[in-house]
Nanobody
Framework: QVQLVESGGGLVQAGGSLRLSCAASGRTFSSNVMAWFRQAPGKDREFVAAITWRGGSTYYADSVKGRFTISRDNAKATVSLQMNSLKPEDTAVYYC???????????????WGQGTQVTVSS
């Protein structure tokens, strides 16, 4: 089992920045990939970014490329998502996920955090 706890959400004005963190514990060595997804009200959960524990390869959704940066700290077993130039359409609950493989669909991942709310006002 892997436990994931997100933090760092909040309310920010358009154009502002937020940094989300995800702390992993438990059998973290059983997962190769960490990812962020988000879900806005009435919409499906969508892929935001992913990173591999080994090598640190990164992947981004087109909608956040150039604005968001995913990073990891292997020693602390944490993954962060730096979000810059935020837009109202970035408003959603953001979830941290862990799994074996890179994927853009939620079913790719085995473990999920409880989510953290990000609200961007116009």
């Amino acid at each position: 089992q892997v436990q994931l706890v997100e933090s760092g959400g909040g309310l920010v004005q358009a154009g502002g920045s937020l940094r989300l963190s995800c702390a992993a514990s438990g059998r973290t060595f059983s997962s190769n990939v960490m990812a962020w997804f988000r879900q806005a009200p009435g919409k499906d959960r969508e892929f935001v970014a992913a990173i591999t524990w080994r090598g640190g390869s990164t992947y981004y959704a087109d909608s956040v490329k150039g604005r968001f940066t995913i990073s990891r700290d292997n020693a602390k077993a944490t993954v962060s998502l730096q979000m810059n130039s935020l837009k109202p359409e970035d408003t959603a609950v953001y979830y941290c996920a862990a799994g074996q493989n890179i994927g853009v669909v939620p079913t790719t991942y085995d473990y999920w955090g409880q989510g953290t709310q990000v609200t961007v006002s116009s």
